[in-house]
């Protein structure tokens, strides 16, 4: 299998699903700071990643890559680094939304609330 055929597979479709899947609450605003968040993965990952290939610490097959290189690393490597980011960050915003969005639920009479304040027990700080 190339390189670029696992990125269309296991990257760029379970991006396409949650784009659809989550057109309705997605704004420009709320993906801005995916944005940053490349910016700071390219700028973490290529160097190592281009040490890392130059000491042989690992390669690429050139029968599946395209052939394109940005320094040591092939084109496909520098797409997966923005698409993985990419569909974590949906993934991740999605469920943040939905957990800071949630109603607290209405709870019976004279049950202890789920979350009851209390000190808590040694046993229960360290094993």
């Known amino acids: ?17 949650l784009l659809v899947r989550y057109r309705r609450t997605l704004s420009w605003r709320g993906l801005a700071p995916l944005g940053a968040l490349l910016v700071i993965v390219y700028a973490a990952t290529s160097p190592w990643d281009n040490m890392a290939v130059k000491w042989g610490l ?4 050139p029968d599946r890559i395209w052939g394109v290189k940005l320094g040591y690393l092939p084109l496909e490597e520098y797409l997966f680094f923005g698409l993985q980011t990419l569909l974590v960050g949906l993934w991740a ?21 789920a979350r009851a304040e209390r000190p808590l027990k040694p046993r229960e700080v360290s094993p």
Do not use: H
């Open 58 to 61: 690992w390669g690429f097959d």
């Open 93 to 113: 915003r999605d469920r943040l939304e939905r957990v800071l969005t949630r109603k607290p639920r209405a709870e019976s009479p004279g049950q202890e609330p």
């Open 1 to 17: 299998m190339t390189y670029a055929r696992f990125l269309g597979i296991f990257v760029v479709l379970p991006i396409l699903f």
